[in-house]
């Protein structure tokens, strides 16, 4: 109940700010609710027409005092203070009706906190900031209540969806308001009590916070519907390999080489699948495999054609299967002569490191 | 004379490694051979070596077509040269700027 009256004042509110015209208010009981800019400035509280001042929403003050409003100017007839009957609540919040005053009681007003002293200007104004801030966030996880009430939908996933939907959207409509508040608020500012002033400005500042950082406030819950629009990340099948009959053998110590990388299997030589032009197949052989590094193994390096060909014929399979190769040299003298044949045909997917016999 | 003779074993290798079609010899392999023949080579004694490389372009005259090509290139595939000087860096850096070149 309580937020659904809020809701209609803030509603209200909204509505004067976006036209300058009052919507026609109804008490629960069916009166027809009027506005009343007079308003004691010593301690915020409504009076009758003519008592303590005129805020408005242009104008000046009949009294010469600072005004604000021009609503019921013409129609004011200024009875003395002592006379006038206080009624209803501070003005500046949005609410422009009075309410008829509980007899021996007294008005529902922050200043009602501070009896016998006037209120402090920073302080009321601090205090109005903080009511705006508070209003706006209040609506936005009333909102966010909302959505997860009213959405029955079993998911998470999806309620957090349609949460990051309604704040979104609650954001791009918010988005104009806010620019006419703070024209709205220049406008009105230099006659307002500093209550009034600092509530808009919460109101305001908290409007345009959402509004132009909804990274900062509000990225987690609309990173939740941006979830669904992520391309899922590219994930890599394992490398194929391929195992073939090692057909070489010997005994000699450059065989025990070969056959000692890592990955390796007795008898078999690792392999992949080098995808031809022509759309067949053919095997590249290595000596071994770990992780997402195939290894080659060679006793020594030479430039002829084959070995060559061979360069180009790993660098692409490599390529094609997304992978880096190793060659692993028994000496640094090797390696030199391998890192630059590798350079002049500027193969970048092939390592060079020096494994010991 | 035993170095010309060692050197045309060694040339009908090299040859049939290099030029043997796909088909009848896995390139893998082949290469694989060569890199121990080229182990091999360099380990042997610095003298006899000379005499080798000096043959290998002797003989490659004996040879046509690619399988000429491949003779006569044997001592810069294999870095045969480069093993003769590998006490000698002045005359390392000389055989690497001629390797630089040529590519």
């Known amino acids: 109940m309580d937020q659904t009256a809020n809701r209609e004042h803030k509603s209200g509110f909204s509505h004067w700010l976006r036209t300058g015209s009052l919507p026609t208010a109804l008490s629960p009981e069916g009166v027809e609710l009027k506005f009343n800019p007079w308003h004691d400035p010593e301690d915020g509280r409504f009076t009758f027409a003519g008592a303590g001042s005129h805020y408005g929403s242009s104008g000046a003050d009949p009294t010469g005092e600072p005004s604000m409003g021009d609503r019921g100017r013409s129609r004011a007839a200024r009875p003395s203070k002592s006379e006038a009957l206080r009624v209803g609540t501070r003005i500046g919040d949005g609410r422009r009706r009075t309410e008829p005053r509980p007899s021996g009681g007294h008005p529902q007003s922050d200043a009602a906190s501070r009896p016998g002293s006037p209120p402090n200007p920073v302080v009321e104004f601090v205090g109005g900031v903080g009511e705006g801030l508070y209003d706006v966030g209040k609506e936005t996880v009333t909102g966010v209540h909302g959505a997860l009430t009213t959405n029955p939908v079993t998911t998470i996933r999806n309620a957090g969806g349609g949460i990051a939907g309604m704040i979104d959207t609650a954001i791009a409509a918010e988005d104009t308001p806010a620019r006419i508040q703070v024209s709205r608020a220049a406008e009105a500012v230099a006659n307002a009590s500093a209550r009034d002033i600092g509530r808009a400005t919460g109101t305001v500042a908290g409007n345009v916070a959402l509004t132009v950082a909804p990274g900062a406030a509000l990225s987690k819950a609309s990173a939740l519907r941006s979830l669904r629009l992520v391309r899922p990340r590219i994930t890599y099948a394992p490398p194929q390999i391929g195992w073939v009959k090692e057909v070489v053998r010997s005994e000699k110590p450059w065989k025990a080489y070969n056959d000692a990388a890592t990955g390796s299997r007795a008898g078999q030589a690792p392999t992949l699948m080098r995808t031809m032009a022509d759309g067949s197949k053919r095997p590249v052989k290595f000596d071994g495999i770990q992780g997402d590094y195939v290894i080659d193994r060679k006793w020594s390096v030479r430039d002829m054609p084959r070995a060559r060909a061979q360069i180009l014929r790993q660098s692409e399979v490599l390529a094609q299967h997304r992978l880096i190769g190793i060659w692993e040299v028994p000496t640094s003298a090797q390696r030199t002569k391998a890192l630059k044949i590798l350079k002049k045909m500027n193969v970048t997917n092939i390592k060079v490191k020096v494994a010991k016999p | ?103």
């Open chain 2, 1 to 103: 004379m035993i170095a010309k003779q060692v050197a045309r074993i060694i040339a009908e290798y090299v040859v049939f490694l290099e030029l043997t079609d796909e088909e009848e010899l896995n390139l893998d392999t082949a290469v694989e051979a060569s890199e121990v023949l080229g182990a091999q080579l360099e380990a042997l004694d610095k003298g006899f070596l000379r005499e080798l490389v000096d043959a290998f372009a002797v003989i490659a005259a004996e040879y046509s077509g690619d399988a000429h090509e491949v003779v006569r290139n044997i001592a810069y595939g294999f870095y045969l040269e480069e093993a003769l000087a590998a006490d000698d860096p002045v005359k390392l850096a000389e055989l690497e700027a001629l390797r630089d070149a040529r590519d």
